[in-house]
């Protein structure tokens, strides 16, 4: 039987200040999951415990046609400027067009938000000072994708999700995660200024 309880994200933000800088001087946070399963929303709120911290998306590098041959450009473009503890700049991906989009800049700070699909992938596991999974069951993650993206998109996103079941089945983040949370929680809480931790054998710490 799995365990819930939830969990204020100020807590969580105390835990990560607490811990390691491994990305140079910046504490490096990544929000993984399947799409769908509300990494964003977890990382905007989580931000704001932080104090504001910076957000970088890995849906600016992706798009419908690279899903996960980006990483590179990634380390390149804003990893290395911040472990450097120089301004990130990266052109972000336009998801309407398929073209480019603005430039994003990350300045480095105590804490930097990675968030998206792959973000927690095992190239970046020995620089992350914690891993977060988010956890919502694939028929919730469809229906959310589809009333966003409009009910055109269901076999693109059909399609994305045999991929990333495939990435996740050899990367298994999953299971590196010091946290797994419910990305679909039916416990009464404040979303925005708490979380539900999923406890089984796959949290750790």
Request: charged share 25%; hydrophobic share 45%; aromatic share 8%.
């Amino acid at each position: 039987m799995i365990d819930r309880r939830v969990v204020p994200f100020a807590t969580l933000a105390d835990e990560i200040g607490a811990g390691p800088a491994r990305l140079g001087a910046v504490r490096l946070v990544a929000i993984d999951g399947f799409g769908g399963a509300g990494k964003s929303v977890f990382a905007a709120r989580l931000a704001r415990a932080l104090g504001g911290a910076p957000v970088i998306h890995t849906d600016d590098f992706a798009s419908w046609d690279h899903q996960f041959d980006w990483w590179d450009r990634l380390e390149r473009e804003a990893l290395q400027p911040l472990a450097d503890s120089r301004t990130a700049g990266f052109q972000a991906t336009d998801w309407s067009t398929g073209r480019d989009g603005p430039i994003v800049e990350i300045a480095p700070a105590t804490a930097v938000i990675l968030e998206g699909v792959s973000s927690g992938r095992g190239a970046i596991t020995d620089r992350l000072t914690d891993l977060v999974w988010i956890e919502t069951d694939a028929e919730e993650r469809l229906a959310r994708g589809v009333e966003r993206d409009g009910e055109a998109k269901r076999g693109q996103w059909q399609a994305w999700m045999a991929e990333e079941a495939a990435h996740f089945a050899s990367d298994q983040a999953r299971d590196r995660a010091r946290l797994v949370v419910d990305g679909a929680p039916t416990i009464a809480h404040d979303p925005e200024t708490a979380f539900v931790l999923l406890v089984d054998g796959a949290v750790r710490g």
